[in-house]
């Protein structure tokens, strides 16, 4: 391996105070406004001077973030004008804003493969997500729209969306609550670590020791 062959990705979402994670835990709009805007080059000191929505202000501690996302087309508010920081983030929301970002193709009167999502507001956006191999849906044959996103879950999204990781080769976990047995494991380490990596020889993303 020679150096040319390394490439760097920079961490885009941090523990809590505690040290843990909370895998568990769910996550806000604002929070997910945040992650997506550190991928893309947006530094946390960076600041606005107006209001994005009309329920964000701008000394709001993530209007820089939310103003970023919004300008990108990425995150949107409701009919009122409100883009609601504080509510937890839903599935289908989420698939909303995946939809967004990656410009998938919205094909409408395609087969429903979820078994809960027929006549669902976002059923379309959820289907073109499968299609682009974003999402999946659980054992019994369900994609749970409207149940809030968890911490684990939306990384494992964004790292699809944005084509990273997961990262392979991590020997010391990032946080105590997320051991290396733990079902996103190598995905929340590719969201948490400043790392150089490489494709290994069965085409994954492998950390350079």
């Known amino acids: 391996m020679n150096e040319q062959e390394l490439e760097e990705h920079d961490a885009y979402i941090k523990g809590f105070a505690d040290g843990t994670f909370g895998p568990e835990k769910n996550v806000t709009r604002a929070q997910v406004a945040t992650m997506i805007a550190r991928i893309l080059g947006y530094t946390d000191d960076q600041s606005v001077d107006y209001s994005p929505f009309k329920d964000i202000p701008s000394g709001n501690h993530a209007a820089g973030a939310i103003a970023f996302v919004k300008e990108a087309g990425i995150m949107n508010g409701d009919a009122n004008g409100n883009f609601r920081a504080s509510e937890n983030i839903t599935r289908a929301q989420m698939a909303t804003v995946a939809a967004n970002?990656?410009?998938?193709?919205?094909?409408?009167?395609?087969?429903?493969?979820?078994?809960?999502?027929?006549?669902?507001w976002a059923q379309w956006i959820i289907e073109a997500n499968r299609n682009a191999g974003i999402i999946n849906?659980?054992?019994?044959?369900?994609?749970?729209?409207?149940?809030?996103?968890?911490?684990?879950?939306?990384?494992?999204?964004?790292?699809r969306m944005f084509e990273r990781g997961p990262l392979n080769g991590v020997t010391t976990p990032s946080f105590p609550d997320v051991k290396a047995t733990h079902w996103a494991f190598k995905e929340i380490e590719e969201a948490?670590?400043?790392h150089s990596y490489y494709i290994n020889?069965?085409?994954a993303e492998q950390l350079s020791e």
């Open 192 to 194: 948490a670590k400043n």
């Open 201 to 203: 020889e069965d085409s």
């Open 137 to 159: 849906g659980r054992e019994d044959g369900s994609f749970a729209p409207d149940q809030h996103l968890t911490r684990a879950q939306a990384v494992v999204m964004m790292n």
């Open 101 to 120: 970002f990656k410009q998938l193709d919205i094909q409408e009167n395609v087969d429903i493969t979820f078994n809960d999502i027929d006549g669902h």
